[in-house]
């Protein structure tokens, strides 16, 4: 296995290139700085839209070339938008990968946005968002981030508002696009089975000649420090409570976000960073596991945070058992939460916590799609060094540390508590 | 370039059936220091009663809450503790079993894999514990519309026949059930004949054959039923309908099929590549270009085929919202009815036969992608 290759080309676009050598596939994710946080009021779910459209063609790649050329190959292509970003990834069998690297240099910049796929892509946004709307964690989800953030960015959900989806423009999303789809905003990473240097070489030829833009400004509104807790129900057909909680969190890129990490495991159970593969560990030996489905208080708890550029949240979602309400189970996870406050977890907690995550790593790179993920993935919020020096960071963490963590962000004033609560349930045929 | 290029054949598995009856595959993999396990044994729903619908899948998942030897909580605590995970699962003609582990603690794995199988306890109260939980289960199950949808659709195309029944029963059949029940099911199912266990990962094949007869090759069960015979599903003689009102949901769920050929059938390849044409191909296929792309109507909308043992179904699915739900049923059948008149193109067919050799390759990238070939 080679090192890590990185270089900027002249028109800013970063590439990062590793040689994995270990199946005849290459992967090819290109990542743009753009996401739900640089959306104002108004124009919310507009960098979502904008990845859509990326799939409807250019006039070299039209929309039912482009598709059925990847599928023709053996090829698996996807991309996803997030709060802080959005990418486009194409895993290939290796003598492939060159009609994904046209693909992806073609569509930074001549994408059409044709306004009757604009109006047709319209209707799709908005039953992906219905469907969304017909579970209940997806509600009492968002109404919770609506809770959370009141000036930032991060308080819509990437899909964005039924209201601006219902008004965006064509030209909204070609402007979006054009403002932020400039290899200067852009990182490209490829790992697999290839050669460096005649990689490098066809990126340039088709990368290099893609002028660069003004850098595309972030929207930065940062949220106020919370004046006390929020507490709020949502109310929807169903037959099941959900207790959801979340704590405002560090950004992945401060030092608490390891201690956190450590924290959730003990907590929650691990939770797994991988995108691809990875597979979860059960924890049905944490906590909250032992304090509340053990005893009968809940049937499932998860924990879990993402890593993010600004702070985000924290967030336990639990599901009521059948016969006891939300708040019981409330109470005894604010008692486990006091436990670890009180008192720091033992080394031995601590260093099973970091085997868990060392198992997982190593579940994760089984798969050369997920470690191209990582290559990149890692720049969005901090660079690749937060990857590779992961697990060292995780195994320094101490058990005066975590608690330190549940002392600071996990208090009744940093919180959200939200309930789903069920109305008029049953339905029939 | 280096080794471990091919794709997984005869000539790097390793095939090995103990003389219990338990068939062995497994594969090398050192990329990664880690290894998947997976497997079954006939111990479906099939055997399940009408009243106890859902005794194979309230059995398999209490085989890990409490053994002979250890206690549910010891058994989780030496599996999460190395970030190890193994579960079970039942389906309608099996249990099914799955896990991972970094290599060095994959004996453990096959420890427990073994104990769950031949020396569950199925203690009083974590049996109540799990009853609750899949009770939650099926309560979330009854406002799901995707779940709902494909109940109703089974009901109505396996009319009569067992292929009707959801694994994980009803909330009065899943009430019935009694922790006799569950060790009576256990003792009688379970045992090596027709038991398939494959592992592939960063370990030898003398290994596995090795631990899997230190732990499972002297296991017998002279009880052990034959496989039932299926009855014949009766095709419907005209299309039939049934709609599930579930009052304040923003979007409907579809399906659309009939049944189709069960995995052995010679048909099973042609309708597979037919299938990829109709709803799968690129942005899924004929269907999602006409459901998603030209109307946008949905989401999501493509045809899949189910196939295992028996007869499998091939159908639509879409989710629309509810005020097109008529719109979308048409344009469904008449790409349906446009299908089946007149085929596919020749240049369709190329597109997917290359699909489906191409994308090999990927669906070997990890370890959990080969097991699944097994």
Redesign the interface.
Known sequence: MTDLTQVTLKNGLKVLLKEI?????ISHWLWYRVGSKDEPTGKTGISHWVEHMQ?KGTPQFP??VL??A???????WNAFTFMDWTTYYE?M?AD?IDLALRLEADRMANSIFDLEEV??????????R??S??E?LSLLGEAIQHAAFRIHPYHHEVIGDMADLRTITRDDLYNHYRSYYVPNNAVLAVAG?FETKKMLARIKELFEPIKAGPTPPRLKRPEPEPVGEIRLTVE?????AYLQVSYRAPGASDPDFYPLAVLDSLLA??SNLNMF?G????????RLYRAL??K?LA??VHGGSSATIDPFLYTFVI?A???KTPEIALAALDAEIKRIQDEPPSAEDVA?AI??????F??G?????NQAFWLAYAEMFADYSWFTSYLARLAAVTPAEVQRAAQTYLRTKNRIVGIYLPV?????? | MSANHSLPGPDNITRVMLPNGITILTRSNFNSPSATLSGYLNAGSLFDSDEKLGLADFTTSALMRGTERHTFEQIYDSLESVGASLGFSAGTHTAGFSGRALVEDLPLLFELLAEALRTPTFPEDEIERLRSQLLTGLAIRAQDTGDMASMAFDKLIFAGHPYSRPDDGYPETVRAIRRKDMVDFRHRTFGPQGMTIAVVGAVEAGFVVEQVSRVLGDWQNTQQPLVPELPPVRALKKARRKNVRLPGKSQSDIMVGAVGPSRHAPEYMPASLGNSVLGQFGMMGRIGDVVREQSGLAYYAYSSLSAGAGPGTWEVSAGVNPANVEKAIELILAELKLFVEKGVTKEELQDSQDNFVGRLPLSMESNGGVTAWA
């Open positions: 050598h270990t199946a005849p596939l799939f929309a039912s598709d059925k990847i599928a023709r190959e053996g090829g698996q895993t069998p492939k109006e047709s892509e319209r209707t799709v946004i908005i039953a992906e219905e469907g709307e017909n209940p089975d929807g057909p169903e037959e099941t159970g691990p593969g597979g979860g560990v059960s924890n049905k030996t944490s489905i053990d009968g049937v499932s599901t058992h059948p016969e099973r085997k868990q995550a060392r198992a997982m190593a579940f790179t089984e798969n050369i799609t008029d349930g049953g339905g029939d045929e």
